[in-house]
């Protein structure tokens, strides 16, 4: 099965590049010079990913294009590139939902690097085939994953796109002991490597957002020495994912 990269750039020296690399990574890349382009690009064939310029002409700039996206009832994985020193921008992005960014200028290879580490991850957070109707469920914690929602109780749990994946990474191995560094591996992509604080601020933003007392945790519990892992367990094997 084709993966479909929607490239949305408006420098075609740049945007040219890494379709060309992309296409040679064996996937298959339409682009995108602005953001009305990239809009009826989304709708005439929609990609399994997006990689999203911030700075875009007179239309829908990439925020804009960022937020648009998810609001679609499909997630798609939104790798935002900017200028070094967009930090405002870049957190604002990640606050949208994007799940990734590269600044510029930017190593190739290394962007190929984030795609193929950000296409494996999400692929792995997603429900199995055959399991798309049986959300993750731990006692009141529900973890929808096609639609990227989670409950708890009647609540409706607001997670970042990083937040959502490291939840359902720890829920899909309950009990599973992770280090910060395994953690940096499996959720954000071996390019976040040396970045073992990254993950404290991370658990500890989940744990504010799940937990009842962030300070006593009933989900995510440290292993003091080792890391963490999920101290939840199944509600019922119908509504969790067999074999986990």
Known sequence: ????????????????????????????????RDGHAALAALDREPPDLVLLDLMLPPGPDGLALCRRIRERARYLPV???TARGDEVDRVVGLELGADDYVTKPFSVRELVA???????????????EGDEERPLRFGALRIDRVRREVRLGERAVELTAREF???????????????????????????HRGYEHTVNS?????????EEDPARPRWVLTVW??????????ASA???EAGA
Do not use: C, Q
């Open 79 to 81: 790798l935002i590139l």
């Open 114 to 128: 984030r795609v193929r580490s950000l296409l494996r991850r999400h692929r792995a957070s997603a429900p199995a």
């Open 165 to 191: 994946d490291l939840l359902v990474h720890f829920a899909r191995h309950p009990g599973r002991v992770f280090t910060r560094a395994s953690l940096l591996d499996d959720v954000w992509g071996y390019a």
């Open 238 to 240: 119908s509504g969790a």
């Open 225 to 234: 020495g080792v890391g963490y892992k999920f101290g939840g367990e199944r």
């Open 1 to 32: 099965m084709e993966t479909r990269i929607l490239v949305v750039e408006d420098d075609p020296e740049i945007s040219d590049l890494v379709a060309l690399h992309l296409r040679r990574a064996g996937y298959t890349v339409d682009t995108a």
């Open 202 to 210: 991370h658990i500890n933003r989940l744990r504010a957002k799940i």
